[in-house]
C-alpha cells in the first residue's frame, strides 16, 4: 500500500492553522488531533491487527481483540446446552465465574498461538 504514512481521512485543516485555535496549552493537543488517522493506524484498527507502529495503539488494539476473543468464547460456552449446565449444589456465582475463567483461557491460548504461527 503506498502513502501508508499519510491520513486515511485527509481535512483541510492545515498545521499552520493552529495560530487561531488558541494560545492555551491545548492549541498542539487540537493541532495533532486534527492530523487524523493514517491508513495504517485505521487499517489496524479495523482489522485489529496490532501493527500500526505506534504502542500505546497497539496495546488497545490487543486488548480490543482480546475482549473480543473472550466475549466469543464465552459466547460459544454458554451456547452448548449440555455445557453450561450447573452442577448440583453449586452456587450460580462459581458458575460465572469458571465461564469467565475458560473464556479468558480459550482466548489467551488462541491469541498466544496466533502470535506463535505469525497468524
Known amino acids: 500500500?503506498?502513502?501508508l504514512?499519510?491520513?486515511?481521512?485527509?481535512?483541510?485543516?492545515?498545521?499552520?492553522?493552529c495560530g487561531f485555535i488558541g494560545i492555551d496549552s491545548?492549541?498542539?493537543a487540537l493541532c495533532?488531533?486534527?492530523r487524523g488517522l493514517t491508513k495504517r493506524e485505521r487499517a489496524c484498527i479495523d482489522l485489529r491487527?496490532?501493527?500500526s507502529g505506534d504502542a500505546e495503539l497497539d496495546?488497545?488494539?490487543e486488548k480490543a481483540r482480546r475482549k473480543e476473543m473472550a466475549a466469543k468464547a464465552m459466547q460459544g460456552i454458554l451456547a452448548?446446552?449440555?455445557g453450561n449446565q450447573e452442577p448440583e449444589g453449586a452456587e450460580p456465582e462459581s458458575?460465572?465465574?469458571?465461564?469467565?475463567?475458560?473464556?479468558?483461557r480459550f482466548a489467551d491460548a488462541l491469541l498466544a498461538e496466533l502470535e506463535r504461527t505469525d497468524g
Open 1 to 3: 500500500m503506498k502513502n
Open 59 to 61: 496495546a488497545l488494539i
Open 80 to 82: 452448548n446446552p449440555t
Open 32 to 34: 495533532e488531533f486534527n
Open 26 to 28: 491545548n492549541a498542539f
Open 5 to 17: 504514512d499519510q491520513p486515511a481521512s485527509p481535512t483541510d485543516f492545515q498545521p499552520q492553522d
Open 49 to 51: 491487527i496490532p501493527e
Open 95 to 104: 458458575v460465572i465465574e469458571i465461564v469467565v475463567l475458560v473464556s479468558t
